[in-house]
């Protein structure tokens, strides 16, 4: 019996699933907007998948990058899949800010100033979900 996070618990709000995938809204005030695509079944790498489904979940990955970008207009978005301390194939999808508290650094890394303490509103999170559902589903 192996122990995940992911497997064991739904960090953050699913804002868009189906039976492969999910993606989960990691309510942030430091990181607004952030999300994270995780594929429902226990993976470690990306080559443990074949390629139709490493392009389902790279596809998911970019549509939530393009609408990060429509809805909260980021300096950048970080896009990242480590998985060492939990090797379950997730990505996460991050807005990053002039502003926020460790751009530019990674948002792992050193913390710079106090940064945004502004968590999403409901009209954003509210189009994330319908834009979501209208591009995935
Ligand atoms: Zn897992």
Redesign the pocket.
Known sequence: M?S?A??EHIEGEIVWSDNILRVVLLDHQDYRGYCRVELIE?KKEMTDLDEVLRSKIMACVFKVEEILKVIFKPEKINLASLGNK?P?IHWHVIPRFKEDAHFPNSHWGEKLREGLRQAISAEEKKELIRLLNQSLS
Do not use: E
Request: hydrophobic content about 30%; proline content about 0%.
């Open positions: 192996i995940c992911i497997c226990h939990t379950h």
